[in-house]
């Protein structure tokens, strides 16, 4: 069992011996999906038809990160395997919002990709997060000014977002902007992805409601991203 699911592991079964849930995101293992509608304001508005936004659609997916020197030796059905071949979980939540919105694609790319062995993956964002690096990336948004509202997409890891996507954020100037997150994860949900993000933004940005699936239901979850996007206004 990999470490951070043996972590979320011990905080489900602690809020399900306690029946108080400390970290209610991290959902327990046959936790199927996190959307944190409660927590979170619908930033784009509510029933509100979303026109006249210049849409961009951020994401980062380990599969657009690593090289797989022989993709057939690669088991499609290994949950470990799954997403180090395109298109990756989060790029597939990516497309379909780029379809509903008409927004512009972009994917964060790390100079360095990442190994595709899941344990030295692991290490290598473990230490990331722990020295709190910023990955240099391939490519530049040309006209970031030009966007209003960012849809931004990412895989939990480590309980957050991938060190890259904070050199992403650091990266422009988000003032005044809005940040929508959509978030693919394992057990852990959304964990502390959500308040890192925001506290990564300036003030005046304001940070739209997120949703979360887990790995497992990402291939059906369409509908689920067309309801999200409809009730705001999409
Ligand atoms: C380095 C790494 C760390 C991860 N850490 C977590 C975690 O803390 N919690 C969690 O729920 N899932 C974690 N996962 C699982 C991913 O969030 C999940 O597989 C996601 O669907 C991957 O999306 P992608 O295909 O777009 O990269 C981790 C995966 C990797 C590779």
Avoid at 117 to 137: F, H, I, M, T, V
Avoid at 194 to 221: K, N, Q
């Amino acid at each position: 069992m990999k470490q951070w699911m043996a972590a979320a592991l011990t905080a489900w079964l602690m809020a399900a011996l306690t029946g108080c849930g400390a970290q209610p995101s991290a959902s327990g293992p046959a936790a199927p999906v996190q959307t944190a509608e409660a927590a979170e304001p619908a930033g784009t508005g509510g029933a509100q038809k979303q026109e006249g936004h210049k849409v961009l659609i951020a994401y980062f997916t380990w599969a657009e990160n690593t090289h797989v020197d022989d993709p057939s030796s690669v088991d499609p059905d290994a949950s470990t395997s799954a997403s180090v071949l395109p298109p990756g979980n989060t790029a597939k939540l990516a497309g379909w919002i780029q379809e509903r919105t008409g927004g512009d694609l972009f994917s964060i790319r790390v100079k360095e990709p990442y190994s595709s062995n899941y344990d030295e993956c692991l290490d290598r964002a473990a230490e990331e997060k722990q020295s709190g690096a910023r990955p240099e990336l391939t490519d530049h948004v040309a006209h970031m000014d030009d966007y209003d509202v960012i849809f931004l997409g990412y895989p939990n890891w480590w309980y957050t977002l991938p060190m890259p996507v904070m050199t992403f954020l650091e990266s422009y100037d988000f003032s005044g902007k809005t940040v929508i997150p959509f978030c693919a994860h394992g057990t852990g949900g959304l964990a502390e992805s959500v308040d890192d993000l925001r506290a990564a933004l300036p003030a005046s940005a304001t940070v739209g409601r997120p949703i979360g699936v887990y790995r497992p239901d990402v291939d059906s979850a369409e509908p689920r991203i067309d309801e999200w996007l409809e009730s705001a206004g999409w």
